[in-house]
């Protein structure tokens, strides 16, 4: 087992969670969850495998919210009906699935599968269905998966408030900014090598590209696409707590900043999920306006829309030459796209999960055991019919209204509006190229926090409720009371 130095960095912030405040630990765990191209460590024993930064501080997480709650509110995040009985029931079976499905259907196709080499180094071969290493990796992510959600829920549950998720996702977009400026600045001054530190996974590393004359931005994620992915969620949440007035100067504020850097990532991934964001935040503010009191800012959002056009228009009449220079940058980072050989090799993956899943019968070759470039055939090659099925229950329970999740002006029901605003995002980018199972750790805290609003609204009709101030230890400024 080889350790990388962000590791040992790693364990010795788990140890002093144990001597910390419980909010300290969710803290870090949502901070954590930047590092997705870092490793804290390596195993020989499954070919080299990564794993990286998040899924390590998880134990000390899990332990943490154990010590401080016990095993009921865990356990609890999984009782039927609530979305944990569906992920737990999903996760089962893919994990079950993961072990069996590939041995029952050795050979009776073949997958696009990660193949580990000599050297830690790996490519994506067509090869027949056999069992890999790659099925134990993508179980373990789903066990973290499920784990992150319940601990998520326990703490919100037993002690803690969605606010402090606020401050956390506010302090994780700004070094999320802070590490996208880094890696521009260093790649023009030659000192790339700087990001080596955070980008120790045993991946193919696609960070030194330009496109349309700019330098894609990376960020801590092994590719431009990765950082746009996970900056769409950032955006996507900000971006709703200020359209729901939330510390309005702050969040506005930090939403540009995001969607700058997410356009100067240059993914079409990531203007796709932009792009999906963008309507599901201007149908839900249609949606408000009509209410008895309406609530965010569904004026200004019909007449920024209105006004796109009209300024597009006046910018051209302007500057004609400026059409074609736009013309031109759209059609090499979107519509090129299709036609590269990145296009033709994904759509070719897609093609071959498609094959596995008929070819096994709808029930999928074995989590892990295939790749694809869209969520959609990942779930069908990998878990079939059944484990798709659980799939889309699960976030129908996460994503479609319940009463008191919500509605109205509390700060809960807007923290819950930016959670499923992220949520949208991160389904956006993963149909649109997701290439494995794992959603990251980030799209189950979010999950976890809509899970127990619903639960905490019934507490407040029961008990007083305690002002947020008290719960969070932190001022409406967000600055500590001494």
Do not use: N
């Given at each position: 087992?080889?350790?990388?130095?962000?590791?040992?960095?790693?364990?010795?912030?788990?140890?002093?969670?144990?001597?910390?405040?419980?909010?300290?630990?969710?803290?870090?765990?949502?901070?954590?969850?930047?590092?997705?191209?870092?490793?804290?460590?390596?195993?020989p024993g499954l070919g080299g495998a990564s794993?990286?930064?998040p899924s390590?501080?998880?134990?000390?997480?899990?332990?943490?919210?154990?010590?401080?709650?016990?095993?009921?509110?865990?356990?609890?995040?999984?009782?039927?009906?609530?979305?944990?009985?569906?992920?737990?029931?999903?996760?089962?079976?893919?994990?079950?699935?993961?072990?069996?499905?590939?041995?029952?259907?050795?050979?009776?196709?073949?997958?696009?599968t990660v193949q580990r080499l000599a050297g830690g180094r790996s490519s994506i071969s067509l090869i027949a269905l056999e069992p890999s290493t790659n099925n134990i990796t993508q179980a373990f992510y789903a066990l973290g998966g499920l784990a992150c959600f319940a601990f998520t829920f326990?703490?919100?549950?037993?002690?803690?408030?969605?606010?402090?998720?606020?401050?956390a996702m506010l302090a994780l977009s700004a070094a999320n900014l802070g590490f996208a400026v880094l890696d521009v600045v260093t790649y023009y001054a030659g000192a790339a090598h700087i990001f080596d530190f955070v980008r120790t996974a045993n991946y193919?590393?696609?960070?030194?590209?330009?496109?349309?004359?700019?330098?894609?931005?990376?960020?801590?994620?092994s590719e431009a696409s990765a950082f746009a992915g996970y900056t769409s969620v950032l955006f996507a949440f900000i971006g709703s707590l200020w359209l729901d007035r939330v510390r309005s100067l702050l969040t506005g504020s930090v939403a540009v900043l995001l969607l700058a850097a997410l356009l100067l990532s240059t993914s079409a991934t990531g203007m796709v999920a932009l792009a999906v964001v963008a309507v599901?935040?201007?149908?839900?503010?249609?949606?408000?306006?009509?209410?008895?009191?309406?609530?965010?800012?569904?004026?200004?959002?019909?007449?920024?829309?209105?006004?796109?056009?009209?300024?597009?228009?006046?910018?051209?009449?302007?500057?004609p030459d400026l059409l074609d220079s736009v013309a031109s940058y759209l059609d090499e980072i979107l519509f090129s796209k299709l036609e590269s050989h990145s296009g033709r090799e994904r759509f070719m993956w897609n093609a071959?999960?498609?094959?596995?899943?008929?070819d096994t019968g709808g029930w999928g070759a074995g989590l892990g055991s295939a790749r694809a470039s869209s969520y959609l055939l990942v779930l069908l090659s990998n878990v079939g019919l059944l484990g798709t099925a659980l799939f889309a229950i699960f976030i129908g329970s996460i994503l479609l209204p319940r009463p008191g999740s919500?509605?109205?002006?509390?700060?809960?029901?807007?923290?819950?509006?930016?959670?499923?605003?992220?949520?949208?995002?991160?389904?956006?980018?993963?149909?649109?190229?997701?290439?494995?199972?794992?959603?990251?750790?980030?799209?189950?805290?979010?999950?976890?926090?809509?899970?127990?609003?619903?639960?905490?609204a019934s507490q407040r009709e029961s008990t007083p409720e305690t002002p947020i101030d008290e719960v969070t230890g932190l001022t409406p400024l967000g600055g500590s009371r001494s």
């Open positions: 087992m080889k350790i990388e130095l962000i590791g040992l960095l790693t364990i010795a912030l788990g140890m002093m969670t144990f001597l910390a405040p419980v909010h300290r630990a969710f803290s870090i765990m949502v901070l954590s969850t930047l590092f997705g191209a870092g490793a804290a460590f390596s195993l794993v990286l930064v390590l501080f998880l134990v000390f997480y899990g332990l943490r919210m154990f010590l401080a709650f016990g095993e009921g509110p865990i356990l609890e995040s999984l009782a039927p009906p609530r979305a944990g009985f569906w992920l737990l029931l999903l996760t089962a079976y893919a994990v079950a699935s993961a072990f069996f499905l590939p041995r029952l259907m050795e050979d009776v196709t073949e997958t696009m326990a703490y919100l549950r037993s002690a803690g408030s969605p606010a402090r998720l606020v401050y193919a590393l696609l960070t030194g590209s330009e496109k349309a004359g700019f330098k894609r931005i990376s960020g801590t994620f599901y935040l201007a149908f839900r503010s249609v949606g408000e306006s009509i209410r008895k009191s309406p609530i965010g800012r569904p004026a200004f959002l019909a007449s920024t829309v209105l006004a796109i056009p009209l300024v597009s228009l006046f910018v051209l009449l302007a500057m071959v999960a498609y094959q596995v899943f008929i919500e509605t109205g002006i509390d700060l809960d029901a807007k923290i819950v509006r930016a959670c499923k605003a992220g949520l949208v995002a991160a389904l956006a980018e993963a149909f649109a190229a997701g290439t494995v199972y794992d959603l990251g750790l980030l799209f189950y805290v979010l999950a976890g926090t809509i899970a127990v609003v619903p639960l905490r």
